[in-house]
């Protein structure tokens, strides 16, 4: 897999998970910013930078119009999907505005249907949405665990290794029976066999 760091507008206290050698590093606005607090360089800088407050002197700038349709972290996305990109690990995007926060998860929705895996980390917790698949949760003595469908209904969940567990059982949008699950100090897994869950859970 090809993985892409993108950094949004946020402030990130802490890089949890740090670039490697050949992962592309993606700044979407004031993510400039925010990546340069952390002495890294991005390979592409995108947006309006009305975040940013001025156009930055970047190498492989992408300037694009305030009044358009997309967001500047889904256009960062975009950029990165179109060059094979499809593990994603996204910074300065979980919690500020709760409008930006859903386009988010819309977006993380998006990867997951593109085939890819994407992790939002922000500074109390993290998500991730799967599709026909799996996902394995850090092992946490303490901490929340929440499980939604973004499907109509998610059909074969199944839970492991958490406080309540689940076998091969169906989750609706329009219920959320998954909420506020808790870590339990064992390794943890969520899978869906026909449905999209969004995953949320607490960091330490």
């Known amino acids: 897999m090809k993985r892409c760091f993108i950094f949004g507008a946020l402030p990130v206290k ?7 050698k050949g992962d592309l590093i993606i700044a979407a606005d004031r993510g400039y910013a925010v990546a340069a607090e952390w002495g890294l360089t991005p390979d592409i ?4 930078f009305d975040s940013l407050g001025s156009v930055p002197e970047a190498e492989n700038l992408v300037r694009l119009n305030v009044r358009k349709d997309d967001t500047d972290l889904e256009h960062a996305v975009m950029l990165a999907l179109e060059k094979g990109c499809d593990d994603f690990v996204v910074y300065g995007a979980v919690g500020g505005l ?4 859903l386009g988010n998860i819309a977006i993380a929705e998006r990867i997951a249907l593109e085939g890819g895996k ?8 993290r998500f991730t949405v799967i599709r026909n698949g799996a996902y394995e949760l850090p092992v946490y003595e303490a901490g929340r665990v929440s499980v ?4 109509d209904v998610s059909h074969g969940v199944t839970i492991t290794g958490l ?7 169906a989750l609706y949008r329009a219920t959320p029976r998954a909420v506020s699950n808790e870590f339990i100090g064992k390794p943890a897994r969520i899978s869906v066999e ?3 869950l969004l995953i949320i859970y607490e960091t330490q």
């Open 14 to 20: 802490r890089l949890s998970v740090a670039p490697g």
């Open 98 to 101: 709760l409008d930006h926060t």
């Open 45 to 48: 800088t995108v947006g309006d």
């Open 163 to 169: 406080s309540y567990t689940a076998d091969g059982i």
């Open 194 to 196: 026909d449905g999209t």
């Open 118 to 125: 994407s992790l939002f980390i922000g500074d109390d917790c």
């Open 148 to 151: 939604l469908s973004l499907s």
